[in-house]
């Protein structure tokens, strides 16, 4: 074997990070940049049992009978980058289950070489509802926060119209199937206020605002 047939698979050195129902793209490159036409690319799954197939391109075509089934019409090898060294993969359609370990394995007739790539998957929920929840003993307004459609767990947090932090009185968290649902209360001892009810998650955030007006919340229980 030459020297010069020798080279190096090399993927991104942080994680990828995906939104659920985008699509993202998963780069995958050799150095020296050589044409990987005549090769075998195979994307595959190696957090998985069995390292399951998530793509392969092998004799100048996609042969992707064995691919796992929840994959099946959402990846896709751009050809014509291949000529340039690059085995990068789109997959549409983003879903929670994409979240894991990928393998980019390259293979020529005499050398093979592969690189992981670490995708993490964000689902960005509903807006937070913020419920009046009536008063207490002490005059004190009951205000519940709610948001739900995320992934992973978000965090939810009050904050009054100087961006002070408020404490939350009960917290609650929810897991239906892959998605998280957060709810918070708090109590209101001040009045002409404006409460804001704040979810966020990595790179998203969301945001609902409600003012305690006295007059606002004598009309919300007429």
């Excluded at 030459?2 to 699509?23: C, I």
């Excluded at 050799?30 to 044409?35: A, E, F, G, L, M």
């Excluded at 009810?197 to 969301?206: D, M, P």
Aim: glycine share 4%; net charge negative; aromatic share 8%.
């Amino acid at each position: 074997m030459r020297l010069s047939e020798q080279y190096e698979v090399v993927g991104p050195a942080n994680p990828v990070f995906a939104v659920a129902g985008e699509d993202v793209i998963l780069p995958c490159s050799v150095k020296p940049s050589i044409s990987v036409v005549d090769m075998r690319v195979e994307w595959f799954r190696s957090d998985l049992k069995d390292s399951q197939l998530v793509h392969l391109y092998e004799d100048h075509e996609d042969r992707n009978a064995e691919q796992i089934q929840s994959y099946r019409g959402r990846t896709k090898l751009n050809h014509q980058e291949l000529q340039r060294g690059n085995s990068l993969l789109k997959l549409s359609s983003v879903r929670v289950s994409d979240e894991g370990l990928y393998k980019c394995f390259i293979q020529s007739k005499s050398w093979s070489d592969d690189a992981t790539v670490n995708v993490n998957v964000e689902a960005v929920g509903r807006h937070p509802v913020i419920t009046v929840d009536g008063f207490d003993h002490s005059g004190g307004l009951h205000l519940q926060c709610e948001s739900e459609g995320w992934y992973p767990e978000p965090d939810l947090e009050w904050l009054n119209s100087e961006g002070v932090r408020l404490s939350s009185e009960t917290t609650e968290t929810n897991r239906n199937a892959d998605r998280f649902s957060v709810k918070h209360t708090i109590t209101v001892h001040h009045r002409d206020d404006k409460i804001h009810c704040r979810v966020r998650l990595r790179h998203h955030e969301l945001e609902t605002m409600i003012i305690t007006t006295s007059k606002y919340c004598a009309l919300l229980f007429l």
